[in-house]
């Protein structure tokens, strides 16, 4: 690459995934506007490595720590965003695994040129942790795409997430899956919807699931269209988000632009995102999160209330804003922005 030349780097498996999950695309579609030429695109740490450009932009912390060591080494701009979810670490992945996570996650963020986390929640825990040169902004939803349209006419909940074996656990589709079981039990034509990319040991972790959970009224829909993906939120009845950790929630966050009413756990940021627009449980038990949606699909009223109080409260992430602040930061940290001279 040149030497003006900028970078996103996210390490995933498939490279298509920087296309289809929201956060990484959002960032990409306002670097390309905000940067002197469309940065470019990569998954792959060596390959980075091997073309240092003269600006980098970089999700995780951990896995981006190679090259926020050279971007200072070479003295060039490196900004990394993403969500510590440190309490996931220790309860899904093991000790020893989170005690090396962490330590490669806190050396990076006190390396970077600036790091940008995405709630207040995760704020907190980089400081505590002792990030430096630390700025909050929230992820943002395109609120004019994701409106409100017209409802099921039978009771639809959806949730949404990245299906591999930590994906699903997270997220807490098991839990998900589970409940609309037992909502099933008193609301026979209730369905859930299960949207997302799946992972290559993602297909097996489902199959395992079916050989305990009762799938009947679950329909497992994989990844869809942007424009699909906005239809089915808008037209579900709740959202479902009872996660084990969140530092944000940003399909929750489109949901919730939709009008449809958000029910999820009280972890990480989600209480945050949701304010008192949505159900929030302290104990997202499978028939917590049951008895909760039958109690919404019952109570027309209720649901009408909170949804348009989502549709409100995403506002408050809208993409725009987003973008304008972001620029602000990218500027103090010497990215190559369209109108910095040359």
């Known amino acids: 690459m040149a030497r003006n030349d900028s970078l996103f780097f996210a390490r995933v498996w498939d490279p298509h995934l920087l296309e289809v999950i929201g956060f990484y695309a959002e960032d990409i579609a306002a670097l390309t506007a905000l940067s002197d030429q469309p940065p470019a695109l990569e998954h792959r740490l060596c390959t980075a490595l091997r073309h240092p450009p003269g600006a980098t932009f970089a999700w995780w912390w951990g896995s981006a720590l190679p090259l926020v060591v050279q971007a200072r080494l070479l003295r060039r701009p490196i900004v990394v965003t993403g969500a510590i979810n440190e309490t996931v670490r220790s309860t899904l992945k093991g000790k ?23 709630s207040d929640y995760e704020e907190t825990t980089a400081r505590r942790l002792g990030g430096r040169r630390i700025e909050r902004l929230y992820p943002g939803v395109e609120t004019e795409f994701f409106r409100p349209g017209p409802k099921a006419s039978s009771p639809t909940a959806i949730t949404a997430g990245q299906l591999y074996p930590i994906g699903i656990r997270r997220k ?4 998900s899956i589970e409940a609309a079981a037992l909502v099933r039990k008193s609301v026979p034509d209730f369905r859930l919807l299960v949207i997302g990319p799946v992972f290559p040991d993602g297909e097996a972790a489902i199959n395992k699931l079916r050989e305990t959970l009762d799938f009947s009224g679950v329909d497992m829909l994989g990844e869809v269209s942007r424009v699909e993906k906005q239809r089915l939120f808008a037209s579900s009845w709740a959202y479902l988000q009872p996660s084990v950790m969140e530092g944000f929630g940003l399909a929750m966050a489109e949901a ?3 009008g449809t009413v958000p029910i999820c756990s009280d972890k990480g940021a989600l209480p945050e995102v949701v304010g008192a627009a949505g159900i929030v449980l302290g104990e997202c038990t499978p028939k917590a999160v049951a008895d909760a949606l039958v ?3 019952r109570d027309d009223t ?13 506002l408050k992430f809208d993409s725009h804003a987003r973008t304008a602040r972001l620029e602000q930061i990218l500027r103090t940290a010497g990215w190559p922005l369209k109108h910095t001279a040359q």
């Open 172 to 175: 807490g589709i098991d839990v």
């Open 96 to 118: 020893a695994r989170a005690r090396l996570k962490r330590a490669l996650l806190v050396t990076a963020m006190r390396l970077a040129t600036t790091n940008i986390v995405v």
């Open 302 to 314: 209720e649901r009408d209330r909170l949804g348009a109080a989502a549709r409100s409260q995403s």
């Open 256 to 258: 919730m632009a939709t």
């Open 295 to 297: 109690r919404l699909i």
